[in-house]
């Protein structure tokens, strides 16, 4: 049997990235293709766990960035070998909502940790587990920030990655559109500003021109 396909979606908070998890996940099922949709931090028990611990830490925890990194590449471990590798083996299509890239742009260009050693960190996290094909939704930091206060959440729970200052956010959009131009034959930087179904259309035909045997192109294409 032949590996599975795997393909993360990435980018800022309110890019609309989970929309179109969910979005490609219901299409692909459509076609009657085995589907694993995950998300990052989390996506396994322990990883729920550190998740928690990542977004709603109070202050006083005071968690510096090399604990934050390690525990983002803790749970990416956890939810490698518990899901996505035997997933993958099956022959199943795996989507996550965020995988190692997070991590380059997030610790590595926003918090400003060392390249070298994020890049060390996520190779030993994830093993073979690399990503095929990664979309990530570029939208402005205005926009994404706007988006992201909508969120209906009580009134009472603050996000620590949302409690950043606006030029975290941009180093976050730049690093994104540098990782596309580094490696532009994994990476595809989307216009996050296009309505949710024009972005679902573009996300398949890519992933048509790349892997046919998973998404048929459109019969009018043809
Ligand atoms: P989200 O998936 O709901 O956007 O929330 C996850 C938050 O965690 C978001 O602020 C991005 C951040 N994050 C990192 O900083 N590094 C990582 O490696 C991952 C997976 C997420």
Do not use: H
């Amino acid at each position: 049997m032949s590996r599975g396909v795997f393909i993360t979606f990435e980018g800022s908070e309110g890019c609309g990235k989970s929309t179109q998890v969910q979005r490609l996940a219901t299409r692909l099922e459509q076609e009657g293709v085995p589907v694993l949709v995950t998300r990052e931090p989390g996506g396994t028990a322990i990883g729920e766990k550190i998740r928690d611990l990542l977004q709603f830490a109070p202050e006083s925890f005071a968690m510096t960035p090399e604990t934050e990194v390690l525990l983002f590449e803790a749970s990416r471990s956890q939810l490698v070998r518990e899901t996505i590798q035997p997933a993958l083996e099956k022959g199943t299509v795996v989507i996550s909502d965020r995988f190692f890239d997070s991590t380059t742009v997030y610790q590595g260009v926003a918090r400003k940790l060392s390249p070298e050693i994020v890049e060390a960190l996520n190779a030993f996290a994830v093993g073979a587990a690399r990503p095929d094909l990664t979309f990530v939704l570029d939208v402005d930091v205005a926009t994404a920030r706007a988006r992201m206060l909508r969120r209906v959440r009580p009134a009472v729970v603050v996000d620590r990655m949302e409690q950043e200052p606006v030029e975290f956010y941009e180093r976050v959009c730049a690093g994104y559109r540098e990782l596309a131009k580094r490696e532009p034959d994994r990476v595809v930087l989307m216009e996050g500003s296009q309505s949710a179904s024009e972005i679902e259309q573009q996300v398949w035909d890519t992933l048509s021109r790349r892997f046919p045997a998973v998404a048929p192109a459109n019969k009018s294409e043809m």
